[in-house]
T-cell receptor
Framework: EAQVTQNPRYLITVTGKKLTVTCSQN?????MSWYRQDPGLGLRQIYY???????DKGDVPEGYKVSRKEKRNFPLILESPSPNQTSLYFC???????????FGPGTRLTVL | AQSVTQPDIHITVSEGASLELRCNYS??????LFWYVQSPGQGLQLLLK??????LVQGIKGFEAEFKRSQSSFNLRKPSVHWSDAAEYFC?????????FGKGTSLLVTP
């Protein structure tokens, strides 16, 4: 089944404890992206990747890192999480940047 | 920088009535445009998209949208709403490699 998977789905952590949210797609998509969703703010793009080893900042990249070493994987790294990073995170992928994006199920992160 | 505005935060419609959700964008060139729907506790699903060509595009679940360049709008419509359409709707505008979402419109459907 064609899909985007994220792990973990739920995570509660404490301020400053490094964490990684994994994202993987099995559709051989070139483009991958991370978003955060907050009430009243919609979805905001954190980082995107046009291809392996090519990434760029979205609207809200501060406090996040990404890497794209393989085509199928695009992990989101929070080196020192803070409470303002408490949010619902979505990973998405598409054939190209201007194609339909397929979204993962989301990761709900709480930083205490 | 590009921006997307969905002027209506909440909309309430009676089942069977028509629906129009508004989306306005600001971008120098012709963007590529999407409408996504998010049911409670779910991820996002694409309803329809516009890249070029015919400005009236048809999507899934009976939805359609019209691109109006002169008004910088891409409004979503449905002639008869079903209770299962209750969800949050997001307009998204692509510019270059980035994708910008509006803040969403929450649709409530009453009996």
């Amino acid at each position: 089944e064609a899909q985007v998977t994220q792990n973990p789905r739920y995570l509660i952590t404490v301020t400053g404890k490094k964490l990684t949210v994994t994202c993987s797609q099995n559709m051989n998509h070139e483009y991958m992206s991370w978003y955060r969703q907050d009430p009243g703010l919609g979805l905001r793009q954190i980082y995107y990747s046009m291809n392996v080893e090519v990434t760029d900042k979205g609207d809200v990249p501060e406090g996040y890192k990404v890497s794209r070493k393989e085509k199928r994987n695009f992990p989101l790294i929070l080196e020192s999480p803070s409470p303002n990073q408490t949010s619902l995170y979505f990973c998405a992928s598409s054939l190209a940047f201007n194609n339909e994006q397929f979204f993962g199920p989301g990761t709900r992160l709480t930083v205490l | 920088a590009q921006s997307v505005t969905q002027p209506d935060i909440h909309i309430t419609v009676s089942e069977g009535a028509s629906l129009e959700l508004r989306c306005n964008y600001s971008y120098g060139a012709t963007p590529y445009l999407f409408w996504y729907v998010q049911s409670p506790g779910q991820g996002l699903q694409l309803l329809l998209k516009y890249f070029s060509g015919d400005t009236l595009v048809q999507g899934i679940k009976g939805f359609e949208a019209e691109f109006k360049r002169s008004q910088s709008s891409f409004n979503l419509r449905k002639p008869s709403v079903h209770w299962s359409d209750a969800a949050e709707y997001f307009c998204a505008v692509g510019a270059g490699y980035a994708l910008n979402f509006g803040k969403g419109t929450s649709l409530l459907v009453t009996p």
